[in-house]
Nanobody, 119 residues
Framework: QVQLVESGGGSAQAGGSLRLSCAAS????????VGWFRQPPGKTRERVAT???????NYADSVKGRFAISQLNDENIVYLQMSGLETEDTGMYFC?????????????WGRGTQVTVSS
């Protein structure tokens, strides 16, 4: 079965950068989509960015121009490069997988990695 593990979280100053990684222990078959989600304490989970197997990506309006999602060829790794960090970016970040390729049916989830942005 597919397992996802996030890494790269930590603390950063406002205006700084962090890069998160999502590693899959088992590859998706056929079409797939990987997404990054985040959930600040006490708030609703938000979709941050998604990327399909062809590299097509989508972003939440709140992170456009600041975050970039990418993937390595021939490796089960997806990155989320975060720059221009704001305190509002603080939260638990989750990597999720969709093996339907629609980017709407995420059923595989990692345990999360904490991101804390201070002013």
């Amino acid at each position: 079965q597919v397992q996802l593990v996030e890494s790269g979280g930590g603390s950063a100053q406002a205006g700084g950068s962090l890069r998160l990684s999502c590693a899959a222990s088992g590859p998706f078959y056929g079409s797939r989509c990987v997404g990054w989600f985040r959930q600040p304490p006490g708030k609703t989970r938000e979709r941050v960015a998604t990327i399909d197997r062809y590299g097509q990506s989508n972003y939440a309006d709140s992170v456009k121009g600041r975050f970039a999602i990418s993937q390595l060829n021939d490796e089960n790794i997806v990155y989320l490069q975060m720059s221009g960090l704001e305190t509002e970016d603080t939260g638990m970040y989750f990597c999720a997988g969709d093996d339907t390729g629609t980017c709407k049916e995420f059923r595989y989830w990692g345990r999360g990695t904490q991101v804390t942005v201070s002013s």
